[in-house]
């Protein structure tokens, strides 16, 4: 490895003229210097532009490409497409470094290790972030890890808290789905089966500015858009039949199946999870999911009808069966780990 390998760092810019000048002053400011800075303005009709080229020509390591709006993924797919750098990251243009953030991600940098992941802080605009978003950017390890099932499907997906090796990308022609929300998250989950090492590092060097007009702001609105989470399975899926996973990781199939399946019927607007269970039980039969894991996805198949006032499959992830008021008996899909428990007590726990 050289000692300072060059770095792509992509920021696609649309209508954030009130962020963009200290999203740019932080990672024109790295101590960490061989960067090359892929600035893709996404039509924006703010003054957004006119800042780029004017950082541009003060800092030759930029360089500014321009689109037709086009959305999030097009932009970060232009500049992957004109990268050099052995590695690749990127930073949002309303997010901003800590002046160190790239000094300290190439310290997880080793032979076999092809991404480096490292800390978020979350910083608030306007109001207070919920529990679940901190903690959606917590990791559960430090250090190098050979990727497996927890890890890649539960693991924070963004793109921008992470160093991805380009080899990496281009051996598997990765790109981000465009016109989908949740894009990061299929980036990550396409990318990380097929690394050697992800190593996981605690500092938190990106800071992720919360606000009104922010995707995530809009996902805990309930927003029409949560839908994309079944877009993103069947795209991962297709991924997967055209780039086996390895033989101990073939289950990411079925539980990034209901890690989306979970995390649609959370964030959808109330009258359309009767179309989540629709669509991701044909999902499921195109994927010949129920076939390989059957057990696992016994929720989603039909109760008998002198059954159903006995049984409740809560979400994917637990159900409960009894009479309605009382259902002494609940089975839980945790972690990798499957629980019974009768009136509250825990009978049985083992990996499924």
């Known amino acids: 490895m050289p000692e300072s390998p060059l770095i792509s760092v992509i920021v696609p810019v649309y209508n954030v003229e009130k962020y963009l000048r200290k999203c740019l002053d932080s990672i024109c400011g790295q101590t960490y210097g061989n960067l090359e800075i892929l600035c893709v303005n996404d039509g924006s009709t703010d003054g957004s532009a006119a800042i780029l080229e004017e950082y541009a020509a ?3 390591r930029i360089k500014v490409f321009t689109q037709a ?3 999030l993924a ?3 797919n232009l500049a992957l497409d004109n990268a050099t750098g052995e590695w690749i990251t990127g930073v949002d243009s309303d997010d901003y470094l800590e002046p160190d953030a790239y000094e300290y991600a190439v310290t997880g ?3 076999e290790v092809d991404i480096v992941c490292f800390g978020t802080h979350i910083r608030a605009h306007n109001h207070t972030p919920e529990p679940r978003l901190e903690a959606l950017f917590e990791y559960p390890l430090t250090g190098a890890h050979r990727p497996d099932t927890s890890g890649v499907v539960y693991t924070n997906d963004v793109f921008w808290n992470k160093l991805w090796r380009k080899s990496l ?3 598997l022609s990765l790109r981000f789905p465009e016109g989908l929300w949740y894009e990061d998250s299929y980036f990550w989950r396409a990318a990380a089966p097929f690394s050697r090492f992800i190593h996981f590092l605690p500092g938190k060097k990106i800071n992720y500015v919360r606000h009104d007009a922010s995707i995530m702001s809009q996902v805990f609105r309930k927003s029409e858009k949560t839908m994309d989470r079944v877009a993103i399975i069947r795209l991962l899926l297709d991924f997967y039949d055209q780039h086996p ?3 101990h990781l073939q289950q990411i199939r079925v539980e990034a199946f209901v890690f989306y399946f979970n995390a649609a019927l959370s964030d959808v607007p109330h009258e359309l999870r009767p179309q989540v269970w629709t669509d ?10 129920f076939d390989q894991w059957p057990e696992r996805l016994k929720f989603l198949r039909p109760v008998p009808l002198l059954l159903r006032p006995f049984v409740r499959h809560q979400s994917p992830n637990k159900s409960s069966y009894g009479i309605p008021g009382f259902r002494p008996l609940v089975i839980q899909h945790k972690n990798g780990m499957k629980i019974i428990r009768f009136l509250g007590i825990k009978l049985h726990r083992k990996p499924y």
């Open 58 to 60: 003060k800092d030759p």
């Open 69 to 71: 709006n086009a959305g």
């Open 74 to 76: 097009a932009a970060r």
């Open 109 to 111: 940098i080793q032979e």
């Open 169 to 171: 990308i281009d051996r």
């Open 245 to 247: 996973l390895p033989p």
């Open 280 to 289: 991701m039980r044909c999902i499921a039969q195109e994927h010949h999911l």
